[in-house]
């Protein structure tokens, strides 16, 4: 199985910081990556999909980038309703897996 | 409008068979390329994908859940079923399906809590 570790498990930054989130795939997995954010009591939301591009509706502040096994989410400038926690999911390969999360907070 | 709803029990005793049922609308399962799956999330942990199916009934599982998963569709009516058999308390989570197109799990229902206790 393709195993993903994420990190931080959690964060804690201030209003309009910048806030990057990483995963490290443990095989080579091009760019089938994704992340979502989930809000508690909520289902997780599509944030990012091909490791880089932005699903619909989601606001420009958020990207994503790949250096080789390794892909990065961030956030340009932390907003209130940006609170929640981030997963990360390797779609290359069945069994489809998803890094443990990081729970972002507010400081 | 993408829309999925699961249900389920709500409650079962351990050894008994969990069934799920996932109605969607807003897309067809006979479409080239489209898929379902289920994930799932004990209280306050992550997720964990547990069964995909396709478009031409093409079906993955993940082997940690050995052969207790049964994942199935009924295409006419919009509605994909994922059992799972011989639970027991660790299979006690809110149970998700999830559109799965382009690879992606791109839309997903609001989730159903099953708890399994004696």
């Known amino acids: 199985d393709i195993q993903m570790t994420q990190s931080p498990a959690s964060l804690s930054a201030s209003l309009e910081e910048i806030v990057t989130i990483t995963c490290q795939a443990s095989?080579?997995?091009?760019?089938?990556l994704a992340w979502y954010q989930q809000k508690p009591g909520k289902s997780p939301q599509l944030l990012i999909y091909?490791?880089?591009s932005l699903a619909d509706g989601v606001p420009s502040r958020f990207s994503g980038s790949r250096s080789g096994t390794q892909y990065s989410l961030k956030i340009s400038r932390l907003q209130v309703e940006d609170i929640g926690i981030y997963y990360c999911?390797?779609?290359?390969?069945?069994?489809?897996?998803f890094g443990a999360g990081t729970k972002l907070e507010l400081k | 409008q993408v829309t999925l709803k699961e249900s389920g029990p709500g409650i079962l005793q351990p050894s008994q068979t969990l069934s799920l049922t996932c109605t969607f609308s807003?897309?067809?399962?006979?479409?080239?390329?489209?898929?379902v799956g289920w994930i799932r999330q004990p209280s306050g942990k992550g997720l964990e994908w547990l069964a995909n199916?396709?478009?031409?009934?093409?079906?993955y599982y993940n082997p940690s859940l050995k052969n207790r998963l049964t994942i199935s569709k009924d295409t006419s009516n919009n509605q994909a079923f994922l059992k799972i058999t011989n639970v027991d308390t660790a299979d006690t989570a809110t149970y998700y399906c999830?559109?799965?197109?382009?690879?992606?799990?791109?839309?997903w229902g609001q989730g159903v809590m099953v708890t399994v206790s004696s």
């Open positions: 999830a559109r799965n197109y382009g690879s992606y799990f791109d839309y």
């Open positions: 807003g897309f067809s399962l006979s479409t080239y390329g489209m898929g």
């Open positions: 199916i396709w478009w031409d009934d093409d079906k």
């Open positions: 095989q080579d997995i091009g760019n089938w």
């Open positions: 091909g490791a880089t």
């Open positions: 999911l390797q779609a290359y390969s069945a069994p489809y897996t």
